[in-house]
């Protein structure tokens, strides 16, 4: 085995892999309009038995993956009222499900988490550019910019409760993406 296939072989302990594989989750369950658990699940087991389909992560990495996808899944609602107020002029039917399911995971972190803006930006422009189109990184980066200093200038917005979790809506897919491979 080369030294470079025994490294790729290692897991990973990064929290943009994490954001990585949260990602692929996210939008294949999109994409196949599954539950989310269902999709991690298959996902964890996959990178688990070799599948470099995901990035191969770390206990650590892995369980920083788990709390993005589930507060996504808890908070989808709130998520996609505050990219529709912050992206004016598109619909999510407009949007390549690439770049929305970014912007999902970068929103729920920056809103709901106490890392940084800066770095949540910097690996969403990233999974953008590797997984979207030509201009998936300016898009992302100009959606997430704008929606970190409306944060920062904004009161804190209400927490909602586990009944409003419960009562989420799921928007539609866009149409004509395939899958998110890995651009080269």
């Not at 998520?79 to 529709?84: H, K, N, S």
């Not at 499900?97 to 800066?118: I, K, S, Y």
């Amino acid at each position: 085995m080369t030294r470079r296939r025994e490294k790729a072989a290692q897991p990973v302990g990064t929290r943009r892999a994490a954001r990585e594989f949260a990602f692929r989750v996210l939008f294949e369950a999109d994409r196949g309009d599954l539950p989310l658990d269902t999709v991690f699940v298959r996902a964890e087991g996959q990178m688990r038995d070799g599948d470099d389909t995901f990035p191969r992560l770390n206990e650590e990495a892995l369980t920083f993956a788990r709390e993005l996808v589930d507060g996504i899944g808890a908070r989808r609602a709130e998520i996609d009222e505050t990219l529709q107020r912050t992206i004016r002029g598109w619909s999510f039917g407009q949007m390549a499900q690439t770049d929305l399911n970014v912007l999902r995971l970068a929103t729920f972190e920056m809103g709901h988490t106490p890392e940084p803006h800066p770095p949540v930006i910097e690996s969403a422009v990233r999974i953008a550019r590797k997984f979207g189109g030509d201009d998936s990184g300016r898009f992302v980066n100009g959606v997430l910019a704008g929606l970190s200093r409306n944060m920062k200038t904004a009161p804190a917005a209400p927490q909602l409760d586990e009944q409003d979790d419960e009562e989420q809506a799921v928007p539609g897919h866009a149409a004509g993406e395939s899958g998110p491979e890995e651009r080269g």
